[in-house]
């Protein structure tokens, strides 16, 4: 009789003689992503990190991913009773940080359920107005000539267009500016290492800040609410949705469950936005051709206008360009979760408790699923169709984010609106980081100078590590 493989017998790299189980955590904080494939180069699709408490599973085929994400009951995502939040015994912050992301079971099923609604296919076109409006408005300060951030920029719109879209307050009035940078604020300390290493109530110390900023957010949101509440609910922001919404048997959301699910959707929707939109404008921005093609595109069709909602699908090369765009580049490029049981992993038998990590970031590039996986290609996704689990920018089974097909809209929407209008160069010479531990941004921006879109494209040479994620001309 074989004696079943175990975790003990997963390779993997040994522990730091020095700092143990440590040495991992700091080389995976320092650059998740190199870290993630450097373990698939020298261990293949699964790798073990560390030894008991304190390890980790890593898998990286896509059938794999399809066992754990498609199997929500068995693989279950951190709640916030069971990850180190020095803040989880708080009671005016757990509002803000109880969102749909860290229930599991029928506590998640329930949420979702009445979540869905807001963000349902058949009730996106609410939303399209309100991304127009704020997209002309916010970039009507671009100026031929001018040279600006890229990513500060999208930073900042995409918090505007979350105020409007997510919460219904304009950004420009009604203390909306005050609400955008209030909610950056405190998700920023949330996830500050200073808050985790030094969670002291003490005057100075961040974790301080964060309270004091989150108590200020929760009472401005349940304020919100309460006015919102007294008059009309038209459902043109996902708020009023949500204080609207109820299940089969007529219960609807609390106000914590309403603060927490609208504080997630903020952060998700903001930042994987901004991300999303910086890198795939500078992708087109190295790629003069495809550009072109897809500027011709969108004059065809728009003629210079916003496109309607009906319109969104009538572009196809756009709808490539952002598909290859989170491939690249996926707004987040790993996920975790923890078994609630006994399960085999391949060859191996792995016990309850066990920490399972997958990335989009490294299944995006196998070669045997998308040949010359480094180089920008939209037209690939004219002949391919991947499944689920080769492509989950969104991530993927019953678990998928509900906002994918929003963000889609979203992107298509300021993109077809951006590109008609504008011709950015990137300035040349400029060193390009990708960082970020889960999501993905530029480490020290993307300085580009804007023209007139006349289609005269050019490139130059820039530096960074943005080389290793995609080749680029220049």
Known sequence: MTTPLTIADIPGPRLNPILGWRGFVVEFARDSIGFL?????AYGEIAQVGRGKMSATFTFHPDYTRQILSNPSLFYSYDL?????????????????????????????????LMAPSLHASHLHHYVNGIVDITERFFQKWKPGQVTDLYADM?????????KVFVGMDPEGDNGRYYANLFE???????????????????????????????ELEQGLKGLIEARRKRPLDGSDILSVFLQTHDEDGNMMTDDEVIGQTVAIFRGGSKTSASALTWTMFLLAQHPRILAALVGELDARLHGCPPSFEQLNQL?????????????????????????????????????????IYSAH?????????????????????????SPYEYFPFSAGPRRCLG??????????????????????????????????????????????????????????????IHRFAELTG
């Open 37 to 41: 494939h450097k373990l698939n180069d």
């Open 185 to 215: 604020e405190v998700l920023r300390l949330i996830f500050s290492p200073l808050v985790f290493l030094f969670p002291y109530n003490f005057p100075g110390f961040p974790y301080r800040r964060l309270i004091r900023r989150g108590i």
């Open 155 to 163: 930073d900042l719109f995409a918090a505007f267009l979350a105020m």
């Open 404 to 465: 994918a097909e929003f963000a889609m809209v979203e992107l298509k929407i300021v993109l077809a609106i951006l590109l008609q209008r504008f011709r950015l160069t990137v300035l040349p010479g400029q060193r390009i980081d990708r960082a970020g531990l889960t999501g993905s941004s530029p480490r020290y921006g993307i300085k580009v100078r804007i023209d007139r879109q006349d289609g005269n494209f050019q490139t130059f040479p820039i530096e960074g590590n």
């Open 81 to 113: 009773e069971s990850v180190p939040f020095p803040f989880s015994d708080i009671e005016s912050l757990r509002s803000l940080t109880t969102a749909i992301a860290m229930m599991n079971g029928e506590q998640h099923k329930h949420q979702r359920r």
């Open 316 to 356: 196809p090369l756009l709808e490539n360009v952002i598909k290859e765009s989170l491939r690249l580049l996926p707004p987040v490029a790993w996920g975790i979760r923890v078994s609630m049981d006994e399960f085999d992993l391949g060859p191996y038998r792995l016990g309850k408790g066990s920490n399972v």
């Open 362 to 386: 490294v299944t995006h590039r196998r070669p045997d699923i998308y040949k010359d996986p480094s180089r920008f290609d939209p037209y690939r996704w004219f002949e391919i169709k991947p």
